[in-house]
C-alpha cells in the first residue's frame, strides 16, 4: 500500500490552474503533522526538482520558478497536503510528486500544460 496518494493533475492551458492533492494513507497524525512536506515535479528528460515545501511550524519555501504562482498547504487533520497552481505555463508540464518527510514519496501525477 502506498503511503501517499496524488490526485489533481490533468491538461490545461497556459495561464490556467490545478489543485493537486496528496492524501497520506498509513502515515500516523503525529508523523504526518510533524514532519515536512514537499512537492517535486519531474519533466520529461531531466532530474526531479522540488516545487515547495511546509515544514510542521507551517513555514513555506518555494522554487523561484513558482514564486506568486504556486501555494503549497497541508491539512493535518486531515492528513492531506494541497499545491495550488495558478498561471500555469508550458514549462510546468512534468509530473508531480508529493513526499513527507523525506521518506515517503506518492506514485505521481500528469500535469500538462498546452500553450
Known amino acids: 500500500q502506498r503511503r501517499l496518494v496524488e490526485s489533481g493533475g490533468g491538461l490545461v492551458q497556459a495561464g490556467g490552474s490545478l489543485t493537486l492533492s496528496c492524501k497520506a494513507n498509513g502515515i500516523i497524525w503525529s508523523v504526518f503533522a510533524g514532519s515536512t512536506m514537499g512537492w517535486y515535479r519531474q519533466p520529461p528528460g531531466k532530474e526531479r526538482e522540488l516545487v515547495a515545501s511546509i515544514t510542521s511550524s507551517r513555514a513555506t519555501n518555494y522554487a523561484d520558478s513558482v514564486k506568486g504562482r504556486f501555494t503549497i498547504s497541508k491539512d493535518n487533520a486531515k492528513r492531506m497536503g494541497y499545491l495550488q497552481m495558478n498561471s500555469l505555463r508550458p514549462e510546468d508540464t512534468a509530473v508531480y510528486y508529493c513526499?513527507?518527510?523525506?521518506?515517503?514519496w506518492g506514485q505521481g501525477t500528469q500535469v500538462t500544460v498546452s500553450a
Open positions: 513526499n513527507v518527510g523525506d521518506q515517503y
